[in-house]
Every structure is written in structure tokens, then in C-alpha cells.
């Protein structure tokens, strides 16, 4: 069965004016397509409009011209209210600079969009964001308050919050700006991890060619338009080796997937999706790729 569409852009562009008739084009008539369980890269020099872009994928902006559907819904002319809990319930976000709530702990940064859903009971907000932080390989931190973790830990807990409502794709900006080698290298594992065992989708903009290299598709943008991809073949077999516990993430992920069930069933609602997921990942316990 062929993956759903998760973000389809159709004839998008996006005009800012500076002031009377002076304007610049940060997107041109951009059409793209993203299906579920892809890593898409998009990259392009400064000012090729990769911000602009992710923000309209995000929502977080409005095009000038042109349609914007996101899991078969057109959220081009909806509200400001409709697309602020939108995001909340379809949309993860993972920043350079990891945007978690200081005065919150790790654990609670992980609850804290589980709770604003009302979906949520604390218990269980608070089981699944400690299941999620053992996922991402942070849980030992959980009660740490983001100045008390690195760098990188702290990008792990903004994954894990980024999981926190299952959403329908993951926007990353520039993920291992703001960090050293090795914590890249983690980050980029547990990234092609996630997306291969449990099936998430990334959006990722990037000028990092070690982060391109961990796509399925690349996006070239250049002048506000989309451009030719590019062979990767050499650097993706050059990142081609997991340092990431693969047996450890499926393990935490089916303990998640327990949480999910008994939550979906106290509520009285069909626990059918939970058990496609279920089946997915007992077929990825028995492939050894």
C-alpha cells in the first residue's frame, strides 16, 4: 500500500513587501510532495528561502498565493485558533537552539504538550514522557532542568517533546547546529532510528552535508524555487553505521505503545491504529537491517 501524504504544497509563493512597492519573492510557484516515513532534506544557500518554507509547512506562515494540506487537510485560510491546536495535535517542532522551557524539568517539558491536548491524564503524560526520554537515550536526566544537560541531551529532549502527540511529521531546523561532533553523529542516528523503526517522518532544513546524508529526498532551493536534487550515494555510505541501540529504542517504543493501548481503551475509543503499529514493529524485530 502506497505511504499517505503527509504535506502536499501546491503553487506556493511568498511575497514580503518592505515598504510601498518594494517587495522580495521568498518562494516561487513551489510544489512539493511528502509522503509518510520520508526524511526530506531541504537545502539551499542563505536567503533561498528554507526558513520561509518551513514556517508554511509549520504554519507558522501564511502564503501569498497557492494551497497548503497537511494530512489531507487544507489549512491554507483556516484560523489562527484552528491552527494553534493543528499544531499542538499534527505538528512536532525541533529547533537549533532546542526552545524548551527552562524552569520545567526534561520530564515535564516531554508532558507539557500532552497535557495542553486535554487528551491526557498526568499519570499517563507523565509515564509516556518518561518512556519517551528513555527512547531518546535521556531518561536518566528526566528530573534535570535544561541547564543542567548539554547540548545535545538537550536536542534529545526536544525530539522526545517533538514525539510527545504523535504527530503526523517532525520540522526540524537545523537539528545539530548548536552541538558538537559526536552529539551530531547521535542525533542523526537516533533520527534515521526513529524514522526506521518506528516510522516518523522528518522535515529537515539543513546546510550540514552530514545531516543531508541521512535523507531519503533532497530539496534544493535557490532564489525562493525549488532545484534538482543531487547524488548522495557516498556520504550516505559514509553514515551508514547506527551508534544508536537499535533493540533499546524498539523496546521502549512497544512499552509506549502499551501506555497508548490502556489510555485509548479507558477512554472507549478503537485501539486499531495501536495494534497496525503493534504489527509494524513486531516486522522490524524480525528485520535485521
Known amino acids: 500500500m502506497e505511504n499517505k501524504e503527509v504535506v502536499k504544497l501546491i503553487n506556493v509563493s511568498k511575497r514580503y513587501y518592505i515598504g510601498g512597492s518594494v517587495y522580495v519573492d521568498a518562494l516561487i510557484d513551489v510544489?512539493?510532495?511528502?509522503?509518510e516515513g520520508e526524511i526530506v532534506i531541504i537545502?539551499?544557500?542563505?536567503?533561498?528561502?528554507?526558513?520561509?518554507?518551513m514556517n508554511i509547512m509549520g504554519t507558522l506562515d501564511k502564503p501569498t498565493s497557492g494551497r497548503i494540506i497537511i494530512d489531507g487537510v487544507d489549512v491554507t485560510d483556516v484560523d489562527e485558533d484552528y491552527l494553534s491546536r493543528f499544531r499542538l495535535e499534527k505538528l512536532g517542532f525541533v529547533f537549533q537552539q532546542y526552545n524548551l522551557v527552562s524552569q520545567l524539568t526534561a520530564l515535564e517539558n516531554v508532558m507539557l504538550p500532552m497535557l495542553l491536548t486535554g487528551k491526557?491524564?498526568?499519570?499517563?503524560?507523565?509515564e509516556k514522557a518518561r518512556l519517551?526520554?528513555?527512547l531518546v537515550g535521556v531518561a536518566e536526566f528526566m528530573n534535570n532542568k535544561p541547564s543542567q544537560l548539554s547540548g545535545g541531551q538537550q536536542q534529545r529532549v526536544a525530539i522526545a517533546?517533538?514525539?510527545?502527540?504523535?504527530?503526523s511529521f517532525i520540522i526540524m531546523d537545523e537539528p545539530t547546529g548548536s552541538i558538537d561532533l559526536a552529539s551530531s553523529f547521535l542525533i542523526l542516528d537516533l533520527i534515521r532510528l526513529l524514522n526506521k523503526t518506528i516510522g516518523v517522518t522528518f522535515v529537515i532544513a539543513t546546510h550540514n552535508m552530514e545531516v543531508a546524508s541521512i535523507g531519503s529526498r533532497i530539496i534544493y532551493l535557490r532564489g525562493g524555487r525549488v532545484m534538482q536534487e543531487s547524488d548522495l550515494a557516498r556520504i550516505k555510505e559514509?553514515?551508514?553505521?547506527?551508534?544508536v541501540d537499535r533493540s533499546a529504542v524498539i523496546k521502549s517504543y512497544l512499552r509506549i505503545l502499551d501506555i497508548e493501548e490502556q489510555r485509548i481503551m479507558r477512554l472507549g475509543e478503537d485501539i486499531s491504529e495501536i495494534e497496525r503499529k503493534r504489527k509494524i514493529m513486531?516486522?522490524?524485530i524480525g528485520?535485521?537491517?
Open 120 to 126: 491526557y491524564t498526568k499519570d499517563e503524560a507523565r
Open 31 to 35: 510544489n512539493i510532495s511528502i509522503k
Open 132 to 134: 519517551l526520554l528513555d
Open 161 to 167: 517533546r517533538a514525539l510527545a502527540n504523535d504527530p
Open 287 to 289: 528485520d535485521k537491517d
Open 282 to 284: 513486531n516486522d522490524v
Open 238 to 243: 559514509e553514515f551508514s553505521k547506527l551508534r
Open 43 to 53: 537545502m539551499g544557500p542563505s536567503g533561498s528561502g528554507k526558513t520561509t518554507l
